[in-house]
């Protein structure tokens, strides 16, 4: 069955310090996938997203992802976080099964230390 | 430009009580529209989605449901709430077939008591 998973339920980095969030997802075909970025009692915003092509992909506020087909993995990553990027962030995969549907890991839960 | 609205952004309602969420996009035609609920640690839970007017796929058994009565308006009903109903509910919307962008509502809080 499809499934996304993000193995970190929270991560604590130094203000400056670089960032790495984990997506792992199981599905049979090339996915659709996505990072979004959500924070406190807010709706999600789209971070940025890969369908094809350059397997590295650039979004807003200094956000980049790879997509690694022989890892299965779509991991997030920024090079200097700011203390703003503290949020919850959710990686997701569309289009599932040919479906209208979209799944979402349970999202890892960044605190930015000053 | 596109936005999508949901309200309440905040609901306290007793256990047994009725519910009624909206969500309205505006700024495009036809899309699809979904329901999400967000519990505490538990990522999002897709509820229900819908492709048209009338047109409901719910992916959750339990006693909630969702009306779709016009092009871009979604609702969200239940007849009596669970506590177990409490969470954060995001309307979103997106066109295509899942391969384009979602685009979430800022949510309503429900806490049933």
């Known amino acids: 069955a499809q499934s996304v998973t993000q193995p970190d339920i929270h991560i ?20 659709y996938l996505f990072w979004y970025v959500q924070s406190p009692g ?27 087909r022989s890892q299965s993995s779509f991991n997030l990553r920024k090079p200097s976080v700011h203390w703003s990027d503290a949020a919850e962030y959710f990686c ?17 839960r960044l605190k930015v230390l000053a | ?17 009725p519910l009624s969420l909206e969500c ?14 967000q519990a505490a640690g538990r990522g999002l839970q897709l509820l229900f989605y819908s492709v048209g007017i009338g047109q ?8 909630l449901s969702a009306s779709r009565p016009q092009d871009r308006q979604f609702i969200l009903s239940s007849k009596k709430l669970l506590l177990s109903d409490s969470g954060f509910y995001l309307c979103a919307w997106s066109v295509g077939q899942g391969r384009e962008t979602q685009y979430f509502g800022p949510g309503t809080r429900l806490l049933v008591l």
């Open chain 1, 12 to 31: 604590t980095v130094s203000e400056g310090a670089s960032l790495e969030l984990r997506c792992n997802y199981s599905y049979g075909a090339t996915p």
């Open chain 1, 42 to 68: 807010q709706g999600l915003q789209l971070l940025l997203k890969y369908f094809s092509g350059d397997t590295l992909v650039q979004g807003i506020k200094g956000f980049e992802a790879e997509f690694k």
């Open chain 1, 92 to 108: 997701a995969v569309g289009e599932v099964l040919g479906t209208y549907k979209y799944i979402f890991g349970t999202g890892t």
């Open chain 2, 1 to 17: 430009s596109q936005t999508i609205h949901q309200w309440p952004a905040t609901l306290v309602q007793p256990v047994g009580s």
């Open chain 2, 24 to 37: 309205t996009v505006e700024g495009t035609s036809n899309p699809n529209l979904y329901w999400y609920r």
């Open chain 2, 56 to 63: 409901i796929s719910s992916e959750v058994p339990q006693n």
